[in-house]
């Protein structure tokens, strides 16, 4: 293949998947939005949500201007190439534009999604639906794009060699990581804040229903869902995809030397223009009927991601062929086994946090004698979950492994290129996968429109239903986000093991090394101690939320009784402001961790530390999103109308197992998935530090 | 150092800990054991105690007949000596009966420091610290009796080679691991059960008082507190006390070849003959004054255990001296980071969860916003607390390995000498550190029995506060069993990867090895499953529990008006067989796990399994005891009249805390500590097996 085919193919993926976003962005903001009211409340959303954004950007520019001058200083040392700093910064913006995008069209669509609602089922859906699309492939879009354009300037202005040019693109992945963990975290705390307050003094205290106008942290609440769950997911994503993508290429180097290493770069490129092929077509059969159930709702998304990963399974095939030759049939086997990993994952988060299975009932069931049995049960719950995708992932790694040196016994790279290519396959067709994922917050947000502006009880049915398809596929992405972070965090350990190598580092790999093993212990403590971080922040922005909105409801005369406004900004403003003060520790934590622990233990340290932050890590993870999932599940379960439905005991109880589960699966559990990047592209971009400087 | 002299130390130092235990035992039955009520009461704990026992043991034993059989049937096949399957069973039967002598003290004390407590604080400390003693003394004498007899045996009587002995006598670490795993869990879900249960129906529905005479359940959670604290913990660190010198030794002949390797062997048993002298000086200094508050209650016991720390530290200097030479001093530095690793690990625990300290106040102030945020807030708590032991342990194993390998740098095996070493410095001072742990649940019996009594408010009183230094210690010992713990199996670890290069199987350590890798997943998910495992079982007891104290509150006439008997025997019961039934799986996970590892993956994937399992699990077990510990202290606060005092809201959701926190720290986090050390005996015990059958 020769290299002006593969940028051709990666340009005309990156504008087919861009020019279908915009496509799809048209077709929503074509669809009308409904009522003044309906209109007032979106666009009071879509304020607080773009202030919000604005002042986080500000904070993060502050970060990435020092981080700039830091890689500066270390490319005048000779620690890195100057290419180092500019990479990090256009990881960075392309990040932080994905999830931009990827909000701008949420907070336009909800409104436009309710008032579709009004007129069909499968109208609401489709308005949904489109929105996510536009998310999704604009992320996909751009991280192509970056590609392409680092390739072209490295290698046919700066004329560098292809192992040069994967090394340095590797590192924008450090930009694009520290993006994503700002937005998460940020918008994380911000979005459970804001519900937490909001359900605690005006559900429980005041008595009034979910999302009611009178709330004056309703409009915090919905803008939350924006800024953590669209923009937060779009940048975490943005780097999952770009990062396993480039950890892929160059392991590829590596793993087939100069002869044919442009062809292994060339794979996961191709892979990815298949990708976002295949989730077009994926997207075209996402619609539904009118009589639609939750399970046949269910299945219309089902449909279209799957006929995707089919068409992708069979496309890599051709695309393994052509690139490399039929006898690395192996490595289209690695492939497949990310694809159906990724497929696996979802179907277990689903049997752990869907309602229509035992363990979501039997927690729904435990409510009856109080909520300590309910919380216990919750625990117990998540952490039996994490079984099933640790066996998923396991059997990934060892077939991907074993089946991709098939061609080439006893190169250990190419069994790590297959892992990392596992990766690849797991997240190509992001496109739709992460529509379906975007899709969630849209409608959760369009389902609070309806109810503010107290539209038909037909129509709250419709968006009841379409909110709580995007519970379920909020639950699938977030076990899909973090087992690609899993199989993506592996392949740059590898690529970490290469740098130190490279950088002429000594490294003792074995877990009988006593620095690799503290490194481990370490490394295994990361994502307990960041997600105490999170957990506490939230806990403290919460408290504060909700001495606000009881001062408002004591001080606002006529609140309650629905005469008088709430002052929504303020509620806004005390999120955002708790947010960005609160993202700045662990974050903090993230990037000195590395540093510290190579300057004390040394390379081996370092990936002792990268190895025991994964894997903990990845659990852990799935511990917290899946007890979340299904608390808050149980809690849907029962205001269906089981065990006394809504106001009994058992619905009290269920209630607060679904406050303590809000920042555990939607703040701590995904901003572990780039925690655990993060750490692997700190430890890259700095191994050449690393290597030279050390206690140990 | 002549082996007889040798073999004079151990049996000396056996006999004088049983001895002391003898005499510390007659102390405490000659103390008067009350009023008849007060005898009654004990009695009915004692039956329930023992006839839990009686049929524990009875399923235990055919387990280990079951094992027996197998253990033969491999020797037969030549993958073991013939001594395994009987080291197997004698290990099984001193950790039970460590267990079992414990429980009896225990169960006789309990209204004989209730008594004592009627005439001054001093005395009922000294009745309940000295039943703690026989529990301590006993488990370190039975522990160097054990590895006496067979070393007479195995050396004098076979004629064994010191490498061989040392190799045969860890295999009944299996045996007393398998006991433990049995004792904590069984004896684990029993107490929590029971607990639960009567807190639920009782103080919660009911409104009675804690420890109230007419509750159903009282007399079930007076048995759990000595079933489950007592025998579970005594056969827990019989386990962990036998397996670090045994882990030792072996590693020590390694590492010091056949010339010095009788040496090496010595230095742990002559550490813990000294440790038991120490002990023994160290509990004389346990006394206190009458008008003690909290602080100088737990500063005399600190008196005892620090003393003893200092006397072992400075005796062992000379040990290390006397035994390998001054030139090995880095030696005796291994042994003093475990010791003072120890003693840190105890105040970071203490720092978390008691309430002199910020962390536990803020939970308890946290109860104000109600039940959610006081659950937020304590797994918050935990997940911080994490860290500090992970420095603390991680610090010990850098020192132990680097220095204890100063005498003879390049040689790894001597530094991993170093790291059991430490190991064995931490359990040194056993004799006294597990007496004031085991002193904990006799003065938390005496509490129960001097309320059901209705002995005078200053009894009582007096009581509390012994009752209230209890819980500080069980959190303490909590704290150091599973530091020791995580130093034993790496130690372990260790030794299997030796016996495997013993058997002749291929073994590749390094992180990028992918069966390894994920060995490290599986292993890691382990301590996670177990926990599920356990945290439900006492889920579904407890719940029986609830419906059985509820039908006897509704159908036992005159029973809330005090003039009606409960029927405790049925609770007792009920607790007995859903234990028993319940103890069965989460047992088979930890014998089956390496097993099947390594039947997959290959001795590789079993080193992983152990290391990510015994990282994961330290990190988990401190979680879950350190929030459940904070729960139960920041309810304790506010019953002291913070936040509202007793019956207030904030009282109620911090008794929800207390009730999620009670199967955390005294059941699934205690039996993680066992688990991870079964995992290692399992795997060495069937390393010949592993290493010739595997998949991978």
Known sequence: MSEYLLITISAASAVLALLFAYLKSRQVLKAPEGTPL?????????????????????????????????????????????FV????????????LSGFVGMSIATRANARTADAARHGLDK?????????????FTVVGLGLLDITLWYILLKFVFKMEIGDVAAVMITFGMGASSMALFARVGGGIFTKAADIGADLVGKVEAGIPEDDIRNPAVIADNVGDNVGDVAGMGADLYESYV??????????????GSGLSIRAVALPIVLAGIGVIASMIGSLFVHTKEDANQRTLLNSLRRGTNSSAIIGAVAS???????????????WLAILAGLIGGVLIGLSTELFTSDTYKPTRKLAESSETGTATIMIGGIGLGMASTILPIIIVGAAVIVAYFCSGISDPGNGTLGLYGISLAAVGMLSTLGITLSTDAYGPVADNAGGIAQMASLDSEVRTRTDALDSLGNTTAATGKGFAIGSAALTALALIANFVEKIDVAGGSIDLSIMNPALLVGVLVGACLPFVFSALTIQAVG?????????????????????????????????????????????????????????????????????????????????????????????????????????????????AAVVGDTVGDPLKDTAGPSINILIKLLSMVSIVFAALIAGVHLI
């Not at 986080?56 to 190439?81: E, P």
């Not at 256009?90 to 990040?95: D, E, I, P, R, V």
């Not at 081996?604 to 993870?621: D, E, H, K, P, R």
Request: glycine fraction near 12%.
């Open 85 to 96: 700093p500019f990479a990090f910064i256009t990881g960075g913006f392309f990040s932080g």
């Open 124 to 136: 609401g859906l489709r308005v949904a639906f489109s929105a996510g699309n536009v998310m999704g």
């Open 317 to 331: 095939f051709f695309a393994v062929w052509g690139i490399l030759g039929i006898e690395y049939y192996g490595i």
């Open 540 to 652: 403290r922005a919460a408290q504060s939320i909700v001495q606000e909105v009881r001062r408002q409801f004591r001080e606002i005369k006529g609140l309650i009784e629905g005469k008088a406004d709430p002052d929504y900004a303020t509620c806004v403003d005390l999120c955002t402001k708790a947010s960005l003060k609160e993202m700045i520790l662990p974050a903090a934590t993230a990037i000195l961790s590395p540093i510290i622990v190579g300057l004390l233990l040394g390379a081996s340290g370092v990936a002792g530390m990268l190895c025991g932050a994964t894997v903990t890590g990845f659990i852990l993870a799935i511990f917290m999103s899946n007890a979340g999932g299904a608390w808050d599940n149980a809690k849907k379960y029962i205001e269906s109308g089981a065990h006394g439905g809504k106001h009994s005991e058992s619905h009290k």
């Open 38 to 82: 309906m209109q007032k409340i979106s666009l009071a959303v879509r304020t607080g949500a773009l202030a919000y954004l604005k002042r986080q950007y500000r904070v993060v520019i502050v970060f990435f201007t020092a981080m700039f001058v830091i890689l500066f200083i270390l490319a005048i040392c000779g620690l890195l190439t100057y």
């Open 243 to 256: 990062g396993s993508i480039l950890s892929t290429c160059a392991l590829g180097v590596v793993a087939f």
